[in-house]
């Protein structure tokens, strides 16, 4: 009796909620809980501001063709819309944190989707609240155990395109087409009618099955009771027609774009006036949605950035509204037409030295081989270089090159280890072509020897010459810290075919206390995500960097504004996920074992980083270079990233000179491991003693 009574006062209670939500009897409906086909579906009157405007309860699926976006979900993942082009179907829930009708549903979202889990059918949600934060939705998601991606939509441009009105709503998507074939409810539980214990039809699900069938669906949109999202601006199409090139969109592109798309930039084609940019728009429209441009990859919840180039919310509306309103030109001077469309030759003004790399002769065709050409220091006394700027001779070849020096000078034919520096000095790769290194640090050049390139080219189909050149600018004065680089690498790596979710990560332990400056994740074609993340000495994590949608075509060095300091004994992780599928389109090969490898066609797991030891000055150096390079040993080869090798962790060799007695006086503890200390004190014995490491 107990529980009749229960069943009945929640039916009650969430009638109350669903009444409070929407409102029930708001809208004729046929039994069924579908719009009757005389009904009214332009009903609902939105007002605020000066703008009144109606928009559909239940839009028409009839060729509603669902264009590419890219959105974040509540855990930062990346989803673009277009990647699950394979999938028999696609299915997105209008979700909103606080609605009771969603909290209601979810657990009927979540039996449709695993009944489809081993069929291949995506399932998502989508949160166009402007009331909802990320952080909320992940909150709301822990708490009521969703656990599907729930995009956020912050800028309401996706949501218009689909037409949301509601939550609750669910569309089944085909990717055949890219149609929309169903759009409505669940299944009937919760109608405008009534709300049943047991759903007697189930909507969804048939659509689904149909979608997969290649059948029609008998009513492809229903009437769906869902709590209102405001999307009122979204819709407020004559405000739209009032945003104009001269007032609004130059203005934005002059300040976040031009840099690139202007006479000698790397963009693709210069943003020289309003009638270049009209001819551009609808691309400028699809970039914004997918976010390809602009090309800033960090999580824009995690860390600040000198340099970011990341636009804001209101700018990305306002791009996309101007193009879908018209592209109206506006009265009054063209911005762009009056800017200087020539890059400057150095972004950072005259350096005080240039350094050119020797000519290459890059073919039209081919893959060629890693290139480590070197050039004589030409200065005779040491300086400290305190930024730097890489200049290829022709940027559409030039990949990627890391380039330092060298007090050794490289006898003929030997210059086939380029990455080997004495002094790393930075990496260049397009768009990042610049770095001033962090206030009153610098990089020790000492006088002669030579400059260090390794230079990664790609055939652009027509043959060039490349003589890349590098600009350094010096220190008045010796600076107080030094800047120090290092890596987070695995060349072991080994990335399982046909795997769209491989994950590979690598530490580096901090020894002393420690300031970071700059991270650079890198990969190759089938990276797909990275970041990095701190292990603090009292086991508490922290991301620091987060890239959820890596391109390799446009790597950044994500330079701090502030720098994070760091104890000594925290690890610096770096984790990247590489897709090896047939749904990353850059995949050279997804059936195939991808190790670590120079070239594209294989892949690295590489995380750089600059930092300074805290307590080190140009006079008192504290900088161990035999525990540095352990460190990066250990971090890739410590699988369990204790600190000790355990038997299993062991290189072979290591192992049989363990076993036979060799290397166990160097386990002091007697733990059958060798820690990082332990092996470190064998290898200074050995330096000491004349023994080789």
Known sequence: MKNNVWQIGAVFGLALALSACGGSGDQATDRDGALPETADVSHQSHSGGDHAFAVKSVPSVEDTYTENFALLDHEGKSHELYYYYDAPAIVVMVQGNGCPIVRNLVSDYKK???????????????????????????????????????????TQLIAASLEVTRTAEVMVIDPLTWEIKYRGPINDRISYERQRN????????????????????????????????????????????????????????AENCVTCHQDGGIGPWAMTDFETVKGFAPMIREVVRTRRMPPWSADPEIGTFHTAREITTEQRQTLVRWVEAGTARGEGPDLLAELDSSAPEWPLGEPDLIVTAPAYEVPAT??????????????????????????????????????????????????????????????????SESYVYPENTGVLVKAGGEYRFQMHYTTSGKATTDETRIGLYFHDEPPEHILRQQVSLNPQIAIAPNTPDHAESAY????????????????????????????????????????????????????????????????????????????????????RV??????????????????????ETADNIVHDELLFELRQWYGFADKDMDGAFSLEEMPSSMRDSFENGQLKPADVNGNGKLELIEFYNLQKFQQRFGGSR
């Open 112 to 154: 449709v989707r695993d009944e489809f889990a081993d069929q291949g059918v995506e399932f998502f949600m989508l949160n166009a609240n402007l009331q909802d934060s990320r952080s909320e939705i992940a909150e709301e998601a822990a708490e009521y155990d969703i656990d599907i991606p729930i995009l956020k939509d912050e």
């Open 198 to 253: 047991e759903a007697q039809e189930h909507y969804l699900k048939d659509a689904i099955s149909a979608v997969m069938a290649g059948e029609a669906i008998e009513r492809p949109a229903r009437a769906t009771k869902g709590c209102i999202v405001n999307m009122q601006e979204a819709y407020d199409t004559a405000a739209h027609t009032e945003i104009n090139y001269v007032e609004d969109v130059a203005p934005i592109l």
């Open 366 to 431: 081919g893959i060629i081989d890693y290139q480590f050409p070197t050039a004589p220091n030409p200065i005779n006394e040491d300086k400290w270089v305190k930024a730097i700027t890489v200049l290829p001779g022709d940027s559409t070849v030039v990949h990627h090159a890391l380039v330092g020096s060298s007090q050794e000078i490289t006898a003929p034919g030997e210059g086939d280890d380029g990455d080997v520096f004495d002094n790393y000095l930075v990496g260049f790769v397009p768009g």
């Open 508 to 591: 580096f332990e901090f020894d002393a206390p420690a300031k970071i400056h700059l991270l650079f994740p890198h990969a190759h074609y089938r990276g797909k995500s990275s970041k990095f993340y701190l292990i603090h000495p009292d086991g508490r994590e922290e991301v620091v960097l987060s890239v959820p949608k890596y391109d390799f075509n446009w790597q950044h060095n994500y330079a701090l504004e502030e720098p994070i300091y760091v104890e000594a004994g925290t690890k610096l992780v770096h984790e990247t996920i590489f897709d090896n599928s047939s749904r990353n389109f850059a995949n050279p090969d997804p059936d």
């Open 594 to 615: 991808v190790p670590w490898g120079l070239q594209s066609y294989d892949e690295m797991l590489y995380g750089s980083f600059f930092f300074e030891w805290a307590e």
